[in-house]
């Protein structure tokens, strides 16, 4: 789980860079799985929160006058919601990227997804949302296999949906955004502006959902600003709920990506032995993930990709992927290899998201 083409799907991409996501911390007619994971299995304990201070208060007034008179909304209401938010220290520091010199660790990333818990809930998801999972696929173009795995890799099916009130999460990072990294709150100031207009939509009281510290929600793990302009009424019953519809998170995972490039039966990813000269390796380095290469280029820097690889007619990147103090490992990506890193730019996310792909496809 974005605005535009300029801001990925999920919480841990709207504000981490693709190394902070490689270290950080683990944080969605035919009734088939209708509302197979709508919740936590254990109540939530609200997180500590505390008052806002007067400034962000006073700010609390000026972004409530801008969004009603935008929106055509009542500032009564607007305030009422804010009125509501609470200040989470928590959120501050949990925002802020991981300390330097941690190394990042492909082989770790993957085992923490690629793991046969997340498999056999893979699987049960899979069976009990094949309905929608092969519409998503005739409609969208994206197969089951990855849309199971990034709600997998997102949420464990549900099991991990975030224990912070969204409104508190976003309004701490709109009116109150740590010092120390790049200033993401006029971002939030969007995500909160978006999740309170959700909320009106959809007759949602703004101090229910629970989400990530950044304020991520449901199965899938929409940023609000994704859910209202991705966000698909899969199920017919006239509400978007990545919370609780398994089939809306389901076909709005596979519209997000059909609407960021993904290619109806184009693989993913190839396997790639780099070129032996560094320069050569690093030509094809150059542009980091976005597909640029053909097959012949690739060759002709002294790549070697997989039999599988060689009828590929479109771009491709090759990928590196550190594993600590071993030698990288090295991926040729495709489009839809991009495409997945619009919902997290992280080239370890994109290839946990395939790798439990193919090991779900496997094991079935």
Known sequence: MAVGSATPACAAAAFADASAVATARTPRGNEVGRRTAARPRHAVRHPDGTPFARPQRAAFGAFAAELAAREALPVDWVLAQLGKAQHVAAVRRLVMPPPPGQPKNWQAYRERFVERGRIDAGLAFWRENAHWLERAEAEYGVPPQIVVAIIGVETYYGRLVGRFRVLDALATLAFDFPPGRSDRSAFFRGELEAFLLWCRSEGVDAAEPRGSYAGAIGLPQFMPSSTRQYGVDFDGDGHVDLRGSAADAIG??????????????????????????????????????????????????????????????????????????????????????YAITRYNWSSYYAMAVIALAQALERAR
């Open 252 to 337: 709005s995972v596979a519209r997000y990506l059909a609407h960021f490039g993904w290619q109806r039966g184009l693989p993913a990813a190839y396997e790639v032995e780099p070129p032996d000269l560094p320069a050569e390796r690093a030509s094809l380095l150059a542009s980091d993930i976005v597909p640029r290469f053909s097959v012949a280029e690739f060759a002709a820097h002294g790549a070697r990709l997989a039999a599988s690889a060689q009828a590929h007619e479109g771009p491709l990147a090759l990928v590196e992927l550190d594993n600590g103090g071993a030698a990288p490992s090295y991926y040729a990506g495709s489009t839809n290899f």
